[in-house]
């Protein structure tokens, strides 16, 4: 294909997406694309971070706090650094740490849900390599609005020893911890 004739297609794709947006933006109801469109952006990722681990270490963890516009639920978590993720609670009962996976995470409008050491968190399986401080992990969060529909944000979390100076890591030693 020419040069010119390239030019003229994505002039053309870029009118038909544009004209789609006016179409969408002029309805009356929202469509569940229009839905998913505008949900993006309702669950706001903050003090996100990456526990680093040491060579031979194939588990780690990732916390971050969520907060969505709406009621919603995280029901899946991928990553450029393994394949397996989960979401775990972690509660002392009776002077023992217990820590299940859970298949989703319910979240309530406007209010905060903190992943952090000792609670909430996701546990990163069978990595392919040690997670190094300095460097980044991205991940992809998908989550279901209200009324099902599915939308999905990215973020990049830093790789980092601890945070506040604690630098227990309650993970270390759960190299075998699938459900």
Known sequence: MSHSTL??????????TLATCAIFASAKEATPVQKALTSKNTVSIQNAWVRSTRAGQDVGAAYMTLISKQDAVLVQVESNVTKSIEIHSMVMQKGVMKMRMLETLALTADKPYKLEPGGFHLMLFDLAKPLKEGEQVNFELTFKDKDNVKFKQNINVPIQTSVN???????????????
């Open 7 to 16: 030019k003229s297609l994505a002039h053309h794709a870029l009118t038909l």
């Open 165 to 179: 100076g604690n630098d227990r890591n309650p993970h270390e030693g759960h190299h075998e911890h699938h459900h």
